[in-house]
């Protein structure tokens, strides 16, 4: 399983995301409300020591499609996304998983996952009771043991 299976599999571990969400993709979101995407935007090496193991950062965002026909739908979505953030955050769940390199497969351990600006991302153009999509950033801190 590679970082992003696993942050897509711990997505799908959130206790409410039956009630939130019917499915979440890779790299596609649905415009229909109850839809999530997860899109990776990039891996970076953090540190190597003399052995290597690696410390590596994957960042992400999470496109979430939700109705928003007015306030209260709004302030229900913000809060879904501010609850789901702070789930998050607390994950504790000692996670390894085999990381795909190469030709072959390195250990690797999510240490922590930190999130930010879940936030309006597109509203609807055209049509009012389409969904307005919110964004949520993530970052997946893990390492790689060589």
Known sequence: MNIIELVKSILL?????????????VDFTDDEPTNYGLSS??????????????KRRHNFVLYAVYQSLNDYD????????????????????????????GDGLLSGHLNKLTCANGMIYKIPEEI???????????????????
């Open 41 to 54: 935007t990039g891996d970076t090496l953090i540190s190597e020591d003399i052995l290597g193991n690696q």
């Open 74 to 101: 709004r302030i229900n979505n913000s809060g879904v996304l501010l609850e789901l953030q702070t789930w998050l955050e607390h994950y504790t769940d000692d996670k390894l998983a085999l990381i795909k390199s």
């Open 128 to 146: 009012e009771t389409d969904g307005v999509q919110y964004q949520l950033q993530i970052i997946a801190q893990y390492t790689v043991e060589a």
């Open 13 to 25: 571990e959130f206790p409410k995301i039956s009630e939130i969400c019917n499915d979440i993709h």
